[in-house]
Nanobody, 127 residues
Framework: QVHLVESGGGSVQAGGSLRLSCAAS??????LGWFRQAPGKGREGVAV?????????YYADSVKGRFTISQDNVRKMMYLQLNALKPEDTAMYYC?????????????????????WGQGTQVTVSS
C-alpha cells in the first residue's frame, strides 16, 4: 500500500514562488507525479518523473521553464518547485504514484493512470 502526503501550499502574489513536498510510503510505484485541479476544471498533469530514475521528466506546456519536479529517494520525498507563479496556477495540487509505465518505459501524464493519491494542497496566486 502506498500513502502520500502533500505539504507546502499557500497563498502568494503573482511572480512569487512556492515549494510543494510529497512524503511517500510503500514501494508499489515506478512513476511519481504532480497534478492539479482548478475549480470547475478537470484534473491535469503538471509534472511527472520516473521513481529513482534520471533523464525522463514531463512538464505541461503551461508550466515549462517555471516549475521543477525533483525527488529524494533516500527520504522518499518528491518536490515541486513553483516559480514565477501566475493567477492561472491557482488550484489544488496533488501528488500521485503508479506502477504503470508506457511500453517504452516512460511515465504517463494523465490522472487515470495513477492509482495512489495524496489529499491535496491548495495553491492560490493573486494578481
Amino acid at each position: 500500500q502506498v500513502h502520500l502526503v502533500e505539504s507546502g501550499g499557500g497563498s502568494v502574489q503573482a511572480g512569487g514562488s512556492l515549494r510543494l513536498s510529497c512524503a511517500a510510503s510503500g514501494y508499489d510505484y515506478r512513476c511519481l507525479g504532480w497534478f492539479r485541479q482548478a475549480p470547475g476544471k478537470g484534473r491535469e498533469g503538471v509534472a511527472v518523473m520516473i521513481y529513482g530514475g534520471a533523464g525522463f521528466t514531463y512538464y505541461a506546456d503551461s508550466v515549462k521553464g517555471r516549475f521543477t519536479i525533483s525527488q529524494d529517494n533516500v527520504r522518499k520525498m518528491m518536490y515541486l518547485q513553483l516559480n514565477a507563479l501566475k493567477p492561472e496556477d491557482t488550484a489544488m495540487y496533488y501528488c500521485a504514484a503508479t506502477w504503470s509505465r508506457s511500453g517504452d518505459g516512460y511515465c504517463y501524464a494523465t490522472p487515470d493512470k495513477y492509482n495512489y493519491w495524496g489529499q491535496g494542497t491548495q495553491v492560490t496566486v493573486s494578481s
